[in-house]
Antibody
């Protein structure tokens, strides 16, 4: 059974870069037609899709975050990563990684991690 | 960007009752590309429904999705104690960004 696990610092200073990694177990990240992505949930608000990446490196990003987001994938380690630059308090959230299933740029999330809380504060 | 509005915000019901959750889109969702998720505190969200009405693997048949265009519904026919959670809809019919509704909290009455 596939499992995803997020990891990374729980506290990031304003203006710095948030870096998270998602470790994938129970399956290969480098096969199939899945994308791998990130979703976040700020306190008291709903879910916001951040972006996704294919094992080849092709990406989709949320236009509202695109200028600050970079994703990468390491198939040898079965991991993919998120970097969000120039963070502010508004970026404090629970960050989830998820496998994206679908095709043609249209994906839903069929396997999720449990999430990791990131707080932006000095 | 398609905005999804879920109603009600909170639904108070008893085990054994029927739950009806609504998700309305600001514009038509292409090819009914709409999914529903269940989320419990501290747990990973769980996919329930995709393609508006297809049940995900391992999901009990008391969960049913329906609807098309701009109006979608998740129905839980007979509530079990483990069904009390927050439910989100998500559209993936348009080019990214994929968007989610704000959620419906299903609580025990």
């Amino acid at each position: 059974q596939m499992q995803l696990q997020e990891s990374g610092p729980g506290l990031v200073k304003p203006s710095e870069t948030l870096s998270l990694t998602c470790n994938v177990s129970g399956g290969s990240i480098g096969t199939g037609s899945f994308y791998w992505g990130w979703i976040r949930q700020p306190p008291g608000t709903g879910l916001q899709w951040i972006g996704s990446i294919f094992y080849s490196g092709n990406t989709y990003y949320n236009p509202s975050l695109k200028s600050r987001v970079a994703m990468s994938v390491d198939t040898s380690k079965s991991q993919f990563s998120l970097k969000l630059s120039s963070v502010s308090a508004a970026d404090s959230a629970v960050y989830y990684c998820a496998r994206h299933r679908g095709s043609g740029g249209r994906y839903y999330m069929d396997v999720w991690g449990k999430g990791t809380t990131v707080t932006v504060s000095s | 960007e398609i905005v999804l509005t879920q109603s009600p915000g909170t639904l108070s019901l008893s085990p054994g009752e029927r739950a009806t959750l609504s998700c309305r889109a600001s514009q038509s969702v292409s090819t009914n590309y709409l999914a529903w998720y269940q989320h419990k505190p501290g747990q990973a969200p769980r996919l329930l429904i995709y393609g508006a009405s297809s049940r995900a693997s391992g999901i009990a048949d008391r969960f049913n999705g329906s609807g098309s265009g701009t109006d979608f519904t998740l129905t839980i026919s007979r509530l079990e104690p483990e069904d009390f959670a927050v439910y989100y809809c998500q559209q993936y019919g348009s080019s990214p960004p994929y968007t989610f509704g704000q959620g419906t909290k299903l609580e025990i009455k």
